[in-house]
């Protein structure tokens, strides 16, 4: 039964009619605003760190490699956040069960801050040499770590609150944080490089975006912070089951759903890098593109993801997420095998190869997380929605940048679309074992 008094969460407390407090009346749309507003501040950290990887590390921090060896190197670094975050996602759990979520989530986002703060106050490699390669290591890995510690359960009980008509729709609100997140990052960086003269760039201009990630972490700290410490937010969690669980049992009897989880979304999570970093680092490398006007291409894409997503929210409730990914997943197959043709065929080519990866990766990733939001024991759901996220964004995109280069440098352009290829033919292949084992769900 509701509570008949008014709960006293400064700002977060809007008296509803039958005399209950807002937080017991926490709709999916309540939950959507602070899964949204923390998502958009994550991705625009990694962002941050990608874009500047591109940009500004291999002259700041690998000054004696060539241009495309600093990239590599700082490829390299980059992924190192995606290996960090299922380390911090199983540390936080123990944290959370000792000190409870809001106390978790609290030191998970202040860790995350000072890292990405860290960072840009962290000397070059004329100032400190090796070392300052080395910290901006721990600092990338601590990034990860943290984010691994940031899981809130606010997106799973968001969806597992909202009609089952409409799951898709709810499953597909925190996914529009990536592209929100990608806009604003190429947007600042967009300008201080238009901005600037290219050495000022280097000396210090790229280290301001990192400095507006840090000033976002703050606004989404409190944010989450509104909805976790209202009393009745624990209580729905419990309500669902959507506390933490052994890992160790978790592992023993959901082994098979989390590798099933981890390979569903694998199409579009390796298409994510592609049009982002990877492709940025392309025109940098291998084309005489503006880098400013190749950065205002790939916002428009963003743009046009942001439908894309909504369509796939509608196509979700009428035919199930499983259903959606599936499509997607050939839609990026056939798109694979356009790859070389488009990348390597001249700037225009490049742009509808930007634009036409936007909107495929706007569908599938719309549908990525709910792909594994209910496939779970009850008594698993939180912590295995969670590991089953870490483990996909680690197999799927964490290395994508890294393997398209070399790729593209070493074997050709069009293994990089084969590269794609087999993130589709992994996820129809997941979604394929799962539908035969009664696996992941379609609702």
């Known amino acids: 039964m509701p509570s008949s008094h008014t709960q006293s969460v400064p700002g977060l407390v809007v008296p509803a009619h039958d005399g209950s407090s807002h937080a017991d009346q926490m709709t999916p749309g309540d939950l959507a605003v602070g899964v949204l507003v923390g998502r958009v501040s994550q991705s625009f950290d990694f962002f941050v760190f990608g ?40 540390f936080f759990v123990v944290l959370q069960r000792q000190l409870g979520l809001p106390t978790k989530l609290t030191i998970a986002l202040f860790l995350l801050g000072m890292a990405t703060a860290g960072t840009a106050f962290l000397p070059g490699y004329a100032t400190l040499g090796w070392a300052a390669i080395l910290a901006l290591a721990v600092l990338r890995f601590g990034q990860g770590f943290a984010l691994g510690g940031s899981w809130s359960g606010l997106a799973s009980l968001m969806v597992l609150k909202s009609p089952k008509e409409r799951r898709g729709w709810y499953a597909m609100l925190p996914q529009l ?42 606004v989404a700290l409190f944010a989450r912070l509104r909805m976790v410490v209202a009393p009745r937010y624990a209580e729905q969690l419990k309500e669902r089951d959507l506390e933490p669980s052994s890992m160790r049992e978790l592992v023993r009897s959901q082994g098979n759903n989390i590798v099933l989880g981890a390979f569903a979304p694998l199409a579009s999570y390796a298409m994510f890098h592609l049009v982002t970093i990877f492709a940025l680092s392309w025109a940098l490398l291998f084309t005489r593109q503006s880098v400013v006007s190749f950065l205002v291409v790939q916002i428009i894409g963003a743009f046009v993801a942001l439908p894309c997503m909504i ?39 490049s742009y509808v ?32 929605a969670m ?14 940048p890294l393997v398209a280069l070399a790729l593209a440098r070493y074997a050709g352009v069009p293994y990089v679309g084969l590269y794609l290829l087999s993130g589709a033919v992994g996820t129809l292949a997941a979604l394929w074992i799962s539908r035969r084992s009664g696996g992941l769900p379609n609702d």
């Open 311 to 349: 369509l796939s929210g509608r196509v979700a409730n009428r035919f199930g997420r499983r259903t959606t990914l599936a499509v997607g997943g050939v839609l990026i197959a056939v798109y694979s095998g356009w790859t070389a043709l488009l990348l390597a065929g001249g700037t225009a080519n």
């Open 51 to 90: 874009i500047g990887c591109v940009l500004a590390f291999p002259e700041v921090f690998f000054p004696f490699a060539s241009q495309i060896d600093g990239v590599f190197y700082s490829f390299a670094i980059f992924a190192l956040a995606f290996i960090a975050r299922p380390l911090g996602s199983m």
């Open 353 to 384: 190869f930007i634009i036409l990866g936007y909107a495929l990766l706007g569908f599938t990733l719309a549908q990525a997380a709910g792909a594994v939001s209910s496939n779970f024991r009850p008594e698993f759901r939180y912590s295995g």
């Open 177 to 218: 944080s990536e592209p929100i997140g990608f806009i604003i990052a190429a947007a600042l960086f967009a300008y201080i490089w238009a901005s600037l003269s290219h050495q000022e760039f280097v000396d210090w201009g790229w280290r301001y975006p990192f400095f507006a990630a840090f000033a976002i972490n703050v």
């Open 387 to 400: 590991i089953t996220s870490d483990l996909g964004w680690l197999i799927g995109a964490g290395f994508a």
